[in-house]
């Protein structure tokens, strides 16, 4: 194959493989039945071709072989003439004393349709009798005569001239008539002496001229003449074109054929040239059919083939769309499940329809996609479980982080005799692990949520003798909202020790829950803030940020959020050096109280 086809080739697939299967069914068999039709077309055009050839060349020849032997009748009937004429009559006749004149009427009467004149000449060229008319022109100069010579010269023949007009005799009427001639050697009895004559019988031209010009009015492009025997031509339908030198024929090459047909150019011309010879003259008919003849004919044949062709191609494209269709149907039908197989649609009815092995496929996808729903079942409930086990250790972390803390207050205060302080922390620690417990519910109300940062707060002014202070903005129409459990504490913490311990003035920490599209809460301080490379890392796990107590508070808070909510909830950090820091926890709008989980772990 060469390059171009390749090329050509590879771009074919390439268009036919974005196809879908009923085009490609549609397209093959249409260039199938294309390829086939053409094919059986052109066999049968060609079969055509030679049959309706070889059919005219064989019609051709029986019209030539009934005119043949139509002239050959004649000829033989003029042979007939000239052998009853010399036999019966010239025969028993002594020329000295008896006369030809009677018996040569009587069968001029007989045969005068076919002829024109019979006449018998000594060897001087002396008339002895002639029929119709026995006065022989003065100038006639008989024994110049083509026939009369050609006569002397082969004795045992008869002789047959070419056409030529009769003016031998002199008619009163000057009517002269185009014979062909018949001459022969007569023996003549004279005195009882034996001397050579000769017998000359004219047959009418017109005899002859009428058999072709039937044959030639019932041929279509095609003609028929006759040639003598060294290839002159006797009669030819434009016989008057070629005396004129206005056309020309090949009889020459004609001449020298055998009976038979034959494939010649003559002038450019491709034709079929058919030939018979007439017995007796060595004459021959040739018929010439010209090849635009067969062109024509199997033009029009053509035509109709071409008009057949695309009928039934139109059919076949209509059979091929619909045989398709039915065989690419089952497959549509299933690619469409397995489309919205894709789509995530598991509830879908799969198509089992068509042959055998789409019904096969489609029950195994059906199989398939039955152990996809139990597979993700089983997913989503490990999912799940693994979603209460990292929320479970989560809260961990929180829980033992703060109560180290706490305690570590505690101790520092009995430490130094600061009982009522204690007692107050401890009161305060048993309602934060009241609400931190929360009956094992990972989910609480943010009024709960917010009760529990405010008991933490007042642990933690009473630790850091109200080194700073607390405000609370808090939406009333927030508290009924649900949230994940200890998220503020970690941030109230971290606002603590990040912005309040090392500040020389006094300390402001605000915490607020408002509601917007969704539920924000916000941990503000006035603290000296965190820089901005740190602020970008605070939130990314196994960050590189120096941590002070626990540090898991606030990717834990974030994570939690996000594990619970989803991605598009959690936390963020806005801060600036010596400026503060704003942690804000966005929520979704969910109703604690519509909750179907309350008890969620």
Known sequence: MTEKGKVFYDRAKRYIGRKSIQFTLELSFTIVAIICMTLIAVTLQKKFEIEMRETKIKSTEQVIDQVRLNLENYLRSMMRISDAMYYTTIKSKDISTDSLQAEMNLLYEANKDNLVSVACFDIEGNLLGATPIDAVKRNANIAYQNWFVTANEELENFHFSLPHVQNLFDDSSHRYYWVISLSRIVELTSKGNNQRGVLLVDMNYSTIEQQFKKVNSNTSLGYTY?????????????????????????????????????????????????????????????????????????????????????????????????????????????????????????????????????????????????????????????????????????????????????????????????????????????????????????????????????????????????????????????????????????????????????????????????????????????????????????????????????????INVHQRIQLRFGEEYGLEIESEPDEGTCARICLPKILYENLEDKGDE
């Open 226 to 554: 006759l040639l003598g025997k060294n290839g002159e031509i006797i009669y030819h339908p434009k016989q008057e074109l070629i005396y004129s030198g206005l056309l020309q024929e090949n009889n020459l090459e004609a001449m020298n054929y055998s009976d038979g047909s034959y494939q010649e150019t003559f002038q450019k011309e491709k034709r079929v040239v058919i030939v018979k010879t007439i017995g007796y003259t060595g004459w021959k008919i040739v018929s010439v059919i010209p090849n635009t003849f067969f062109e024509m004919a199997v033009s029009g044949i053509q035509i109709f083939a071409l008009f057949i062709i695309m009928l039934s191609i139109c059919i076949l494209i209509f059979i091929n769309q619909f045989v398709s269709r039915q065989i690419a149907k089952p497959i549509k039908n299933l690619e469409d499940s397995v489309r919205e197989i894709e789509s995530g649609n598991l509830d879908i009815q799969i198509s089992e329809g068509g042959s055998y092995e789409v019904q096969k496929l489609g029950r195994t996808i059906k199989s398939m996609v039955s152990q996809m729903r139990e597979l993700m079942d089983d997913i989503v409930k490990e999912q799940e479980q693994k979603r209460k086990m990292e929320l479970g250790a989560l809260q961990s972390q929180i829980n033992p982080h703060f109560l180290y803390n706490t305690l570590d207050t505690i101790v520092w205060m009995i430490e130094t005799e600061r009982y009522e302080e204690a007692i107050t922390i401890v009161t305060q620690l048993a309602s934060l692990f009241r609400i931190s417990l929360s009956k094992g519910k990972t989910i609480i109300s943010i009024k709960d949520e917010v009760s529990h940062a405010q008991n933490y707060m007042n642990i933690q002014k009473i630790r850091y003798k109200n080194k700073f202070e607390v405000r609370y903005d808090i939406d009333e129409e927030v508290c009924k909202y649900a949230t994940v459990k200890l998220i503020i504490q970690p941030l109230l913490e971290n606002a603590i020790y990040y912005g309040m311990e090392f500040m020389d003035g006094e300390g402001i920490i605000t915490l607020r829950a408002y509601m917007e599209d969704k539920v924000y809460i916000e941990v503000t301080d006035n603290g000296l803030g965190i820089p901005k490379e740190n602020v970008e890392q605070l939130l990314v796990e196994n960050n590189q940020v120096q941590k002070r107590g626990s540090g898991v508070g606030i």
